[in-house]
């Protein structure tokens, strides 16, 4: 339990060294390329880390009793909107379409001050937010954000 524990630590950690060693000016053409690097490398720290992550969740989930016998994968979080958050998300649901999950796109709108704010949260079939398909029958079972 400690050492899944400090695996999802240690996936923290580097998704906010990664975002702090890829900052780029949000006003410069570099910006884009920021962006996808920074979805790159959450993608390779998921890719390479994300069994491990579901494991995890999935442990904590069972021992406070919320475990569940739908199939679990955790993938990255591509935000749209104004906060520029990245991270990972564990989706859940039918096997065959938890399969089709690439990415969880985040939606952000808040208004009347930010006094109020929606935060969406989309399977998707690409981690692409301009082209993707939504994946039906599959829901976001837990969050792992850091602002960038």
């Known amino acids: 339990m400690k ?18 060693m890829i900052h780029v000016d949000a006003f410069s ?11 790159g490398g959450i993608g390779f720290l998921v890719s390479k880390y994300g069994e491990s992550i579901n494991s995890a969740i999935n442990s904590v989930m069972m021992k406070e009793g919320a475990g569940t016998n739908y199939a679990t994968k955790v993938v990255p979080i591509v935000s749209i909107g104004n906060s520029g958050y990245i991270g990972a ?25 930010k006094l109020f704010r929606i935060k969406g949260l989309i399977p998707m079939d690409s981690v692409n937010p301009s ?17 960038v």
């Open 3 to 20: 050492l899944k524990r400090l695996a999802v630590c240690a996936l923290a950690a580097c998704m906010i060294g990664t975002g702090a």
């Open 29 to 39: 053409l570099g910006s884009v390329l920021g962006g996808v690097a920074k979805v």
């Open 89 to 113: 998300a564990q989706v859940i649901g039918d096997a065959d379409q938890v399969e089709k999950v690439k990415a969880v796109g985040q939606l952000e709108v808040s208004w009347n001050d």
């Open 131 to 147: 082209s993707f398909s939504r994946v039906q029958g599959v829901g976001v079972s837990a969050v792992i954000d850091v602002r």
